[in-house]
């Protein structure tokens, strides 16, 4: 099933970084926010895994809490 144009529209285009991985961590999705937020295009993140570009002490303390993977609803 092809993903919504709505959701690809706000996706796209929103201002925050967005990253979308799966459970060993390679990048599945990245928004163009994300991808100024880690230094690097879109291209060069998704396929990757996210380790590459940011340690997961980084990424708690970027956040505020721990990262945790989770299903869709």
Known sequence: MPPDPLFLALFQHSADGVLVCDDA??????NG????????????????????RVSQAGADSATGFPLQSGEAS
């Open 33 to 52: 926010a994300a991808g100024k937020i880690l230094d690097a295009s879109v291209a060069d993140v998704v396929g990757r895994p996210l380790a590459e």
């Open 25 to 30: 961590g390679t990048v599945l999705a990245c």
